[in-house]
T-cell receptor
Framework: DGGITQSPKYLFRKEGQNVTLSCEQN?????MYWYRQDPGQGLRLIYY???????QKGDIAEGYSVSREKKESFPLTVTSAQKNPTAFYLC?????????????FGDGTRLSIL | QKEVEQDPGPLSVPEGAIVSLNCTYS??????FMWYRQYSRKGPELLMY????GNKEDGRFTAQVDKSSKYISLFIRDSQPSDSATYLC????????????FGAGTRLFVKA
């Protein structure tokens, strides 16, 4: 079945540590996104990529980094510069870069501070 | 003012009730409108997707868009306990509209 796989489901970070969240899709979608979800705040866009080897900052990119070396993969690194990383992280993808095709989501990674 | 406003609830209804969920928005460029359902500790699941104004029905769910009032609604008929979840509205502009703006979500409880 086609879909978006995020791993791990739960992740713990120590102070000063960088951690990487995985996102893989087999939907052949061009565009991929990372969101952060905090209680009562909805989804906030961290980074997005419309094509391989290209990505742009979203609304809250500070303390995060991404890469897009393959169409199927869009990993997110939460760096030690992100002082409040505890949140639910969601990866999404959509077929094209134009129009309004809806995004499809993975089941998220919950990141907590140790 | 946020681009998309959605009452966070919680909204509690008895089983079998008709549920009305709503969002308002400020950007008149939005043309594509979506509703997602999100269960606890899961990702949002696309429920309804509409373009421009009008109604769309799918089983027990009806989505309405009123662009003149910048107001969208999701109706759930014969609500079931399994409908208990958070419902997110979302919208995006047309050509070149890569960004989707999400509401904060309304938490719904359907009591058996």
């Amino acid at each position: 079945d086609g879909g978006i796989t995020q791993s791990p489901k739960y992740l713990f970070r120590k102070e000063g540590q960088n951690v990487t969240l995985s996102c893989e899709q087999n939907l052949n979608h061009d565009a991929m996104y990372w969101y952060r979800q905090d209680p009562g705040q909805g989804l906030r866009l961290i980074y997005y990529s419309q094509i391989v080897n290209d990505f742009q900052k979203g609304d809250i990119a500070e303390g995060y980094s991404v890469s897009r070396e393959k169409k199927e993969s869009f990993p997110l690194t939460v760096t030690s510069a992100q002082k409040n990383p505890t949140a639910f992280y969601l990866c999404a993808s959509r077929p094209g870069t134009g129009g309004g095709q809806p995004q499809h989501f993975g089941d998220g990674t919950r990141l907590s501070i140790l | 003012q946020k681009e998309v406003e959605q009452d966070p609830g919680p909204l509690s209804v008895p089983e079998g009730a008709i549920v009305s969920l709503n969002c308002t928005y400020s950007n008149s460029a939005f043309q594509y409108f979506m509703w997602y359902r999100q269960y606890s500790r899961k990702g949002p699941e696309l429920l309804m997707y509409t373009y421009s104004s009008g109604n769309k029905e799918d089983g027990r769910f009806t989505a309405q868009v009123d662009k003149s009032s910048k107001y969208i609604s999701l109706f759930i008929r014969d609500s079931q306990p399994s409908d208990s979840a958070t419902y997110l509205c979302a919208m995006s502009a047309g050509t070149g509209g890569f960004k989707t703006i999400f509401g904060a979500g309304t938490r719904l409880f359907v009591k058996a």
